[in-house]
């Protein structure tokens, strides 16, 4: 099963290598997002550093279902569908290696990012195991919700808008645990991030094991 | 002996649409048999059924002994289907794919590579995106996969189409060679000369429906 | 899915109304129990000492999240029901569509209740409170099932994809009340729970019969709409089997043994 999973994610990964669309298109974009913000929000310093977090993980969320679009438009291509009916992979390890694979392009996404809102937003960091914490955790949450319902949104027409839909109210709380996470971090506030953490370990263990038991019946045309 | 696919009035639906109205056949190991009939006739769809990729509503089917009404995903390991389309990753070269769609039906390397010997994809081929390979090339590769799964069910839907004259000659190769080795091969094709030829037997399947119009000897189909 | 098993409920064509005397009687019962409540609401019971007349409109804001709650949870118990195969049943699927889209309207009723409400009481319609804020995600999650409902693709696709649906539906919303409730005691933002009326005696009276009322009400609903998918399926499978017939003359064949 582990091989297997192993099999999907490096096949996802490799692709992504050749291809690049989330180191050439998706990170850009992302980071469009954080400066649009800046002058939306009229560029204060002040204003930026205290909103830091919060603005950071809605780039992430951006970025992040941009991630799982592409994971899954790979599949809608011609045939592969069938194809990995028919391959004698397990569906659960299809879902862990999927997860795996939008996990790693997200965290990679994610450090990219942070380096801009500490370069453009003023940020200093003061508690690097919690970001790192925060920020694993919450990615792992974030990829087994959207590999759930992208592989929902399969072979649907309205995929594009569907997705979208369906992903953002589930990720919704981890976005807000994530900032939350990340303000002590930061030094915004001084209550402690470790609880928020503890909420998205629960939230991601809930989700990769809501994923592994459904991805096999959903992956099902009929 | 058991027969390797036997249907009875089965019906099979894509969305609301009887592609399979009624369908009976019985297909002996070791048979290499034609699916006749014109576009829109069920052909397709008879495959996959066998493949097990599509619910049977109505009606009895078993291939390989497995209960396609209760259990179709079994059947699936044990088959291989070469559809219209070629289920490769564009982004990915020859042979990132045949890695992974090979790896995933538990074929060694070594097999992987005598595969693609087989259909002649050479040495330089292989580092090749598939996005950049003419139709006839991936047609070949798609065959590769297959070779390399050494199922005891073949499935093609019109193998020879897009092929040059070389490539069709490996394809008539291949079915003979796994016929005997003892796997069965079921195909649709509308060039019935060259078919003709490859085949043990002949079925002509019209308005979703299969039926034994005149058992053919093998050169008799006109 | 077999094509000849015979329907749960009374034949009836696909043309015939969706009532029966059950129906009637709960749609009576419903007018009559409505009727009641808004003259309890608005005449019998007194007024808050805080909120003033205001306090009038808990009468239906409370009730229709009750009803709405009540309506995922069962809607969710059904879809586990008909994704277990030993359970799995189409009727189990209806249930679900039927409830879940009750309950979503409902939800959007209380948000709008809740607006007025805010509004009076407070002069905004909305507040980032824990409990507004949970209720619209809710809202949000129930349009996101309801458009996995009318997914064009297979029925039966549909209805498995559904009630996954479901099911991480019920679970996001456990998810969100407990992490948004806990933003909230860290901040102590003043929310309308601060401020929520002292509910005793006749008001509590008015409220149970209120809420009473209002099952009643969704009850009536959800059976309508539980008749009317049956109705499409039914429509569905008369579709099919002429399909089936035309497809089989195609070929010259008669009609399947």
Redesign the interface.
Known sequence: MFADAVLVARKDLTLELRSRVATNQILPLAILVLVVFAFALDANTTMLRIAGPGLYWVAVLFAGLLVVQRAFSIESADGIHDALRLSGLEPSAMFLGKLVSVGVQLLVLEAALLVGVILFFDVGISDIALIVSAAMTGTVAFAAAGV?YGV?SL????RET?LP??A???V??VL??AT?AFEPAVGVTA?SGW?WVA?LV??AA?YTA?GLV?FG??L??? | MDPVVELD?A?V?V????AL??ATLRVEAGERLLLRGPNGAGKTTLLRCCAGLV?V???RAAVLGVDLRSNRRAVRPHVGLLGHWTHLYDDLTVADNMRFWGRAAGASDGEIQAALGRVGVGRRLRRVQVQQLSAGQRRRVALAVLVARRPRLWLLDEPHAGLDAEGRDVVDELLVEASAAGATVLFASHELERAGSVATRSVSV????A?EIGIEEAGDVR | ???TRPSLLPPRSTAAPTASVATRLLGGMSVVMIAVTVLLALAVTPADVVQGEAVRLMYAHLPTIWVAYGSFLVAAGASALY?WPRTRRRHWDRVAGATAEVGTVFTALCLVTGMLWGRITWGVYWQWDARLTTTL?LF??Y??YL??RR????P??RS??SA??A??AV??IV??R???D??NT?HQKASLTASDPEITGEMLGALLFAFVSFTVLASWLIVHRYRLIRMEELR?EE??LR??AE???????GV??
């Open positions: 759930i929902l072979g649907v027409r309205i569907l839909l369906l953002v109210p589930v919704a709380p807000l645990a939350r209550a609880n909420l629960v939230v809930v809501l459904s019946p959903l099902e045309d009929g | 009035q019906v639906l969305g609301r649409f009887p109205a009624g619910p509503v109505d009606g019209v308005g979703g429906a039926s | 899915m077999a094509l994704l995600l949000v999650v349009l996101g458009a996995v997914l064009p693709a297979e039966v696709v498995r994809r996954i649906t099911l991480i679970v996001n998810i969100v407990y992490s948004v806990w933003w860290l569905d579709g099919l399909a089936i497809r089989r003359a195609e070929a010259g064949l399947a043994g």
